[in-house]
């Protein structure tokens, strides 16, 4: 089946960097866009950022500058690799895409910044 496995997150101070994945089966992971999101406690669920099956990224203010999204298709992964890290960049992080118009995602992982 479908699956979407997120790891790499953790415990950092800010300034630090972490390099997420998400482990992707179950589809032909080459096709398809992917994307990061984030989810604060309290606040909803906001894209981080996009990359095409064809390799063109996109970013959102979150991420301008600071984090890069890229993918691995030999190997079905998504990166998200994030530096300089905030306080306000603690939320659990998921990947997601677009199946058949059903929305994917997998478990998240947790990233927690303190100063």
């Known amino acids: 089946q479908v699956q979407l496995v997120e790891s790499g997150g953790g415990s950092v101070q800010t300034g630090d960097s972490l390099k997420l994945s998400c482990a992707a089966s179950?589809?032909?992971?080459?096709?398809?866009?992917m994307g990061w999101f984030r989810q604060a406690p309290g606040k909803q669920r906001e894209l981080v950022a996009r990359?095409?099956?064809?390799?063109?990224?996109d970013y959102t203010d979150i991420a301008k500058g600071r984090f890069t999204i890229s993918r691995d298709n030999a190997k079905n992964t998504l990166y998200l690799q994030m530096n300089s890290l905030k306080i306000e960049d603690a939320a659990v992080y998921y990947c997601g895409t677009k199946i058949g118009g059903a929305t994917i995602r997998g478990q998240g992982t947790q990233v927690s910044v303190s100063s």
């Open positions: 990359i095409t099956s064809g390799g063109t990224t």
């Open positions: 179950g589809f032909t992971f080459s096709t398809y866009a």
